[in-house]
Antibody, heavy 121, light 107 residues
C-alpha cells in the first residue's frame, strides 16, 4: 500500500524558514516524480513544486520560485521542501503527492495526509 | 497560466440524486484533466484522469466527460460519503492548476 507521511510543519515568523519532509513507502520511490501541493485555510488547491524521479529536474510555481527548494533522498525514500523567506500568504496545509510517471507529468494518484504550516508574528 | 473555472461553486442535493459539475479551462488542455474528491479534513483523492478514465478502485457511479476546454463530472445515486468538495485539475501545461472547487452538500 502506498503511504506518504508529511512532517516538519509548525508555526514560524514571517521571513523565517522551515523544512518539510514526506516519507514514502509502498512503491519504488525513485521511479516516480513527486510534487508538493498546498491549500490555504478554507481555500482551494495550489501546486507548489515538482521533482522528477531521478531528482535531476525541478519545477516551481511563480509564487515560490527563488524561496522554496524541492529535493529528494532516494536511499531514505523521502521528499523535502525547504521553505525560506516565508510570508503570511504561505500559510497552508502542504500535501506531498505522488505522480503517475517518472517525469513530472502532473497526474497525482496518491496524496499524503497533509501538514500545516502557519506563518505569523 | 491556465485558469480552471468550476460551476457551480456549491450545490445542495439529496441522497439518491444525480449531480453534474462542470469545469472550463481558459484554453484547451488536450484532455489532460483530472478530478479529485476532498472530504472535510482529509487529503484529496483521485477519481478520474484523462478526462474520462476512472482511477483504480473508484466506483462507476463517478464518470467524467468532455474534451478540449470543457469537462464535466457526474455522480449518480449520491450517498452520504459522496458529500464533499470536488476539484478539477489540468496537467497539460505548467504550472498545473486546479479549479476553485465545488462543494456538494446535503439538502
Amino acid at each position: 500500500e502506498v503511504q506518504l507521511v508529511e512532517s516538519g510543519g509548525g508555526l514560524v515568523q514571517p521571513g523565517g524558514s522551515l523544512r518539510l519532509s514526506c516519507a514514502a513507502s509502498g512503491f519504488t520511490f525513485s521511479s516516480y516524480a513527486m510534487s508538493w501541493v498546498r491549500q490555504a485555510p478554507g481555500k482551494g488547491l495550489e501546486w507548489v513544486s515538482g521533482i522528477s524521479g531521478s531528482g535531476d529536474s525541478t519545477y516551481y510555481a511563480d509564487s515560490v520560485r527563488g524561496r522554496f527548494t524541492i529535493s529528494r533522498d532516494k536511499p531514505k525514500n523521502t521528499l523535502y521542501l525547504q521553505m525560506n523567506s516565508l510570508r503570511v500568504e504561505d500559510t497552508a496545509i502542504y500535501y506531498c503527492a505522488k505522480d503517475s510517471r517518472t517525469y513530472s507529468y502532473g497526474l497525482f494518484d496518491c496524496w499524503g495526509q497533509g501538514i500545516l504550516v502557519t506563518v505569523s508574528s | 497560466d491556465v485558469q480552471m473555472t468550476q460551476s457551480p461553486s456549491s450545490l445542495s442535493a439529496s441522497v439518491g440524486d444525480r449531480v453534474t459539475i462542470t469545469c472550463r479551462a481558459s484554453r484547451g488542455v488536450n484532455n489532460y484533466l483530472a478530478w479529485f474528491q476532498q472530504r472535510p479534513g482529509k487529503a484529496p483523492k483521485s477519481l478520474i484522469y484523462a478526462a474520462s478514465n476512472l482511477q483504480s478502485g473508484v466506483p462507476s457511479k463517478f464518470s467524467g466527460s468532455g474534451s478540449g476546454a470543457d469537462f464535466s463530472l457526474t455522480i449518480t445515486s449520491l450517498q452520504p460519503e459522496d458529500f464533499a468538495t470536488y476539484y478539477c485539475q489540468q496537467y497539460n501545461t505548467y504550472p498545473w492548476t486546479f479549479g476553485q472547487g465545488t462543494k456538494v452538500e446535503i439538502k
